[in-house]
């Protein structure tokens, strides 16, 4: 049979990835520089990234048979990750609750927005922050605060000795400073 008299459908293609869901009953806690991104990013989408896409899949469906025509198969794909994508930040962002770290400032226990230095029973130091699930980018060093390492360092102090459950075991480390971003 011609793919010509296939029905095409939004599923075709799809590659739908497994978006990162919240954990049940918890919050989506976001700095304010992270709501402003994710808002950034969902605006360039709506007002820039679509209508090209709309544009080049009219132009691509202009030129007539779309069975063979990469511009318009590629486009419907590209327009479909879009609208996915608007959608999930739209939802995310409805839900966030916009936490400001530097409320903390001078703080010495651990809370949403801290840059956390701890040292491992090896003897080696790590710093990360906490940050919310949709904006922690593990290349800066930034951790979701649902991660193990997070909810093992909340609401602890400097000098304070906690145990981390990893894959491989217990793993004991010790707070050495907690820092937030100054106010303003």
Known sequence: MSKAFTKETDADDDDEIALPALPSGTRNYMTPAGYARLRAELFDLIDNERPKMVEVVHWAASNGDRSENGDYLYGKKRLREIDRRIRFLTKRLEIAEVTDPS??????????GATVTYVEADGSKRTITIMGIDEADSLQGQVSWVSPIARTLLKSRVGDELKLVTPTGVLAIEVLDVHYPSPG
Not at 103 to 112: A, P
Request: charged content about 10%.
């Open 103 to 112: 409320l903390h400032h001078g703080n010495d226990q651990v809370f949403f």
